[in-house]
């Protein structure tokens, strides 16, 4: 079992090492006591003001180029090709989705806007019947399904988090658009200028590289625990994150299936390193490797703004949209108000916080007892000491 931190930061980011090398000795020691299995391996990257400062890794079978299913932190990636083309004139929040996609007005969904969908306040979270994982790999056939789709809710009445298909909507209204899928978008636009290791769609030459997630460290009696409060597969956190289809969604097993990799769907289908997370962010904001930001001021400005806050009808109580991002300064706040970023399932972190200069990746291969990640919030925070004190 190997939990020995290699890497390297800048000075005045000591702190930093630390912290991580005590995250990742806890998640060891948990494992061992659980399953017997030793560390599943962590990333840790930070730039400040477009320099990289922090860059770390530990565990089995991890170096710093390892990449791994990233999940929902896909959705910061999606959310710059959206930006990017809301930038450029391409595509407009406030116009109605059906004015790009015709089949999507059926079943009462004519007024639902783009920035409806980004904000999670559509009502469209999934299809009855449910999504099986084939189909949930490929972001074509999921938009298929959505057109037919009556919402779950009154469009723009409340919100809940489409953990699993929001972005095959916004991928279908840029191929109507532009002729390219989100995904080539992306690719061309984003991750080759910028060097990213942070890929929609990972190629078979890089294949070697990858790395599964695991499931998470339980005992019998607090899985039994968990379970016995899960919701119901029919409920909106059922539909909302897959698992009212039949058999119910294996989250673990989707992003450790090929296909799903190849494809990128645009939700949940990345996969990439915490440098690479962490550079998306960099190059959004402040640029990267001596190319200029993706992104001016006002587009950072405009999807950074907080817009669905307070009860989740997916989620729950607590949780907090920008627009596509998660709204991170609710969620940390240490951080300026209109820090943003997205995290993903297997404790996945990514997110740029303005005002201090911090772009932040973190990835783990081990999905997270009930989808809970302490240690985000103390790598974050020993992160943003460091990055205040330098």
Do not use: C
């Not at 020995?4 to 980011?13: L, N, Q």
């Not at 996945?348 to 291969?365: C, K, M, V």
């Amino acid at each position: 079992m190997r939990t020995d931190v290699r890497g390297t930061v800048a000075d005045g980011f000591e702190e930093v090492r630390r912290q991580f090398a005590a995250e990742v000795a806890d998640q060891a020691e948990k494992e061992q006591a659980a399953k017997g299995q030793g560390a599943p391996g962590a990333q840790l990257a930070v730039y400040r003001h477009g320099r990289l400062v922090v860059d770390l890794w530990a565990g089995d079978e991890a170096a710093g180029d390892t990449l791994t299913g990233v999940y929902s932190s896909t959705k910061g990636a999606a959310t710059v090709v959206a930006a990017l083309l809301v930038q450029e004139g391409v595509l407009q929040l406030d116009r109605a989705v059906a004015r790009y996609w015709p089949e999507f007005a059926a079943a009462g969904k004519g007024a639902i806007t783009l920035r409806e969908v980004l904000a999670h306040r559509s009502g469209v979270i999934g299809v009855d019947g449910g999504l099986t994982s084939v189909e949930l790999a490929d972001d074509a056939v999921i938009a298929r399904r959505l057109a037919a789709q009556r919402p779950y809710w009154r469009p723009g009445t409340a919100y809940g988090y489409g953990g699993f298909v929001t972005f095959a909507m916004v991928g279908e209204v840029i191929r109507r658009v532009t002729g390219q899928s989100l995904q080539q978008v992306y690719e061309e636009r984003v991750r080759v200028p910028y060097g990213l290791d942070l890929y929609l769609g990972l190629p078979e030459t890089e294949e070697d590289r990858f790395r599964p997630v695991r499931w998470w460290h339980a005992t019998p009696e607090e899985e039994a625990g968990f379970w016995a409060n899960v919701p119901g597969p029919h409920s909106f956190t059922g539909i909302g994150y897959g698992l009212n289809s039949t058999p119910p969604l294996d989250q673990v097993a989707f992003a450790n299936t090929r296909r799903v990799r190849a494809l990128g769907q645009a939700s949940a289908g990345g996969v990439g390193s915490a440098r690479g997370l962490a550079g998306l962010y960099a190059a959004a904001v402040w640029g990267l490797g001596g190319r200029p930001p993706l992104l001016t001021p006002d587009t950072v400005g405009e999807f950074a703004q907080l817009h669905s806050t307070g009860g989740d009808l997916v989620r729950g109580e607590r949780s907090d949209f920008a627009l596509g991002f998660e709204a991170k300064g609710p969620r940390y706040p240490f951080l300026g108000a209109n820090a943003f970023g997205h995290g993903g399932s297997a404790g996945s972190e990514a997110f740029a916080d303005p005002h201090s200069g911090i772009a932040f990746g973190y990835t783990r291969r081990r999905f997270g007892f009930g989808w809970s990640y302490p240690e985000h919030d103390r790598l974050a925070a020993a992160v943003h000491r460091a990055a205040t004190d330098a």
